[in-house]
């Protein structure tokens, strides 16, 4: 089994999911408009295992719950020890929420308006 998981983990790393928008990123705080590869390729593989072992932490909290989804909560709980992303979590669903009532309302006023 821990041989699959280096397998997918491989996988996954070798697909290189964020590496646009980690090149923007680095080119924002400073670095050349073209970083090297390897550097975009090492931060790619650091953001990923981060994600897949946020992910991981948050299956744990949903199974000793002894539910199969994880939920939103499963995830803060899984940052509770580190208050800037906690704080972080809780802007971006607050955020969320406020961009979800604007559209309602905005569609409200264009059905009103037929």
């Given amino acids: 089994m821990a041989s699959d ?42 953001v990923t295992e981060y994600i897949v072992d946020m992910c991981h932490e948050a299956a744990k909290m949903a199974s000793h719950a002894r539910r199969n989804k994880i939920k939103v909560d499963d995830f803060k709980f899984a940052l509770r020890r580190d208050p800037k992303k906690l704080g972080r979590v809780e802007e971006l669903l607050l955020m969320s929420k406020v961009i979800a009532d604007a559209r309602k309302q905005f569609n409200d006023d264009i059905e009103g308006a037929k």
């Fill in 5 to 46: 998981a280096g397998v997918r983990k491989h996988r996954i790393r070798r697909q290189h999911l964020f590496a646009r928008e980690l090149r923007s990123l680095m080119y924002g705080i400073g670095d050349d408009p073209n970083p090297l590869q390897e550097s975009v390729e090492l931060l790619d593989d650091l």
